[in-house]
Nanobody, 123 residues
Framework: QVQLVESGGGLVQPGGSLRLSCAASGSIFSLNAMAWYRQAPGKQRELVAV???????NYAASVKGRFTISRDNAKNTVYLQMNSLKPEDTAVYHC?????????????????WGQGTQVTVSS
């Protein structure tokens, strides 16, 4: 079994910063890409940023230049540094991991999601 646990959400004023963390634990053989998604009320879930196991990153146009995704492979953890936050960044942020599990000889790739952490940007 694999768990993704997010932390770091909260209430922040426009222009402020937050840092989200997501730690993966459990029966992990190898972690591939890790990503952050967000879902605002009444909207579809959207990709915010993704980072490969080798460190290549990609961002949604709406956050490019303001958000930075990074990972610590030794800790199976991905981070999202969010700067210059805007009210439209308000959403539940979910961590996603694509991984291979221990004890599975097929080496199949699995997708796991965290429970989400609320980010509210408001004055």
């Amino acid at each position: 079994q694999v768990q993704l646990v997010e932390s770091g959400g909260g209430l922040v004023q426009p222009g402020g910063s937050l840092r989200l963390s997501c730690a993966a634990s459990g029966s992990i053989f190898s972690l591939n890409a890790m990503a952050w998604y967000r879902q605002a009320p009444g909207k579809q879930r959207e990709l915010v940023a993704v980072i490969t196991s080798g460190g290549t990153t990609n961002y949604a146009a709406s956050v490019k230049g303001r958000f930075t995704i990074s990972r610590d492979n030794a800790k199976n953890t991905v981070y999202l540094q969010m700067n210059s936050l805007k009210p439209e960044d308000t959403a539940v942020y979910h961590c996603h991991a694509n991984l291979r599990a221990t004890g599975d000889p097929s080496l199949k790739l699995y997708d796991y999601w965290g429970q989400g952490t609320q980010v509210t940007v408001s004055s």
